[in-house]
């Protein structure tokens, strides 16, 4: 199995602040990498796909980046619709597997 | 635009089979290079891959649960479903279906609550 760990698990930042998560991969994944945002009570959304393509309906503001085992997840200006949950995930393999979260609180 | 919907028993009884299906609208499962998938979170934590369905039929099971998972595709009705074996209170989940390509989990269910009792 590829095994994915994001740091922080957990993150207290303020509106306006710059974020970054971080997602390394237990081997080379190429850019098959790819975030989601989950909110409370709600189904996980594609945030991110292939490391760094944006998925339609987000803002700028959110930027991926990243090859091979390490990634990183850019919040440019935290808005307050932003205070969710993010995984990584990786689709190199044909057993999916995610990392365990990085829960984003506000300060 | 495609939508998927979950739907199944929220209760189940340890040691039976936990039955879903995913109905899919707005576009079939036997068209496109897509895999339609089930995901589970368990309360409070993170997500975890179940298994999917290929368009073409193909399917793949997560290593942990595959003596016990078999998902399948109804063409005619545009549904896949998710059967797992023998649950206990460890398989206490959300489960969503999903549709996914090399380039992640675009389309997501609402997502359905399982409660496996004793």
């Known amino acids: 199995d590829i095994q994915m760990t994001q740091s922080p698990s957990s993150l207290s930042a303020s509106v306006g602040d710059r974020v970054t998560i971080t997602c390394r991969a237990s081997q080379s994944i190429s850019t098959y990498l790819n975030w989601y945002q989950q909110k409370p009570g709600k189904a996980p959304k594609l945030l991110i796909y292939a490391a760094s393509s944006l998925q339609r309906g987000f803002p700028s503001r959110f930027s991926g980046s990243g090859s091979g085992t390490d990634f990183t997840l850019t919040i440019s200006t935290l808005q307050p619709e932003d205070f969710a949950t993010y995984y990584c995930?990786?689709?190199?393999?044909?057993?999916?597997?995610f990392g365990q979260g990085t829960k984003l609180e506000i300060k | 635009q495609v939508q998927l919907q979950e739907s199944g028993p929220g209760l189940v009884k340890a040691s039976q089979t936990l039955s879903l299906t995913c109905t899919v609208s707005?576009?079939?499962?036997?068209?496109?290079?897509?895999?339609w998938t089930w995901i589970r979170q368990h309360p409070g934590k993170g997500l975890e891959y179940i298994g999917h369905i290929y368009y073409s039929g193909t399917t793949y099971y997560n290593p942990s649960l595959k003596s016990r998972v078999s998902i399948s595709g109804d063409t005619s009705k545009n549904q896949f479903s998710l059967k797992l074996s023998s649950v206990t209170a460890a398989d206490t989940a959300m489960y969503y279906c999903?549709?996914?390509?090399?380039?992640?989990?675009?389309?997501w269910g609402q997502g359905t609550t399982v409660t496996v009792s004793s």
């Open positions: 999903a549709r996914a390509q090399r380039g992640g989990l675009d389309v």
């Open positions: 707005g576009g079939s499962i036997s068209s496109g290079d897509y895999y």
């Open positions: 995930q990786q689709s190199y393999s044909i057993f999916w597997t």
